[in-house]
Nanobody, 124 residues
Framework: QVQLVESGGGSVQAGGSLRLSCAASGYTYNTCMGWFRQAPGKEREGVAIIDSSGSTIYADSVKGRFTISKDNVKNILYLQMNSLKPADTAMYYC???????????????????WGQGTQVTVSS
């Protein structure tokens, strides 16, 4: 069983930065983990993922601005978000895939554990 708890969300002005954290309990050391987001009225979308070797994949919309990382000692997943835009406003979710059924991919269906989310609001 895996539990994921996000923190670090908040309200910032455009151009600002935030760092999201996701504290994981349970076995996540050889899993794919990622960040997803969902804006009101929109489907949940992938933001960034990281596999057990540290390889990463980013959505085109956040490349060059967001950085995903993982502290394997503390079992915490991070998302550093810089140059934030109003379009980044959403609920951000941490997810883990413990099945390896789909490989490590930026798709919601590939993840079987989810956190409760943390809100990020970017004002212009």
């Amino acid at each position: 069983q895996v539990q994921l708890v996000e923190s670090g969300g908040g309200s910032v002005q455009a151009g600002g930065s935030l760092r999201l954290s996701c504290a994981a309990s349970g076995y996540t050391y050889n899993t794919c983990m990622g960040w997803f987001r969902q804006a009101p009225g929109k489907e949940r979308e992938g933001v960034a993922i990281i596999d057990s070797s540290g390889s990463t994949i980013y959505a085109d919309s956040v490349k060059g601005r967001f950085t995903i990382s993982k502290d394997n000692v503390k079992n915490i997943l991070y998302l550093q978000m810089n140059s934030l835009k109003p379009a980044d406003t959403a609920m951000y979710y941490c997810a883990a895939d413990t099945t390896s059924k789909w490989g490590c991919r930026l798709a919601t269906y590939a993840y079987n554990y989810w956190g409760q989310g943390t809100q990020v609001t970017v004002s212009s």
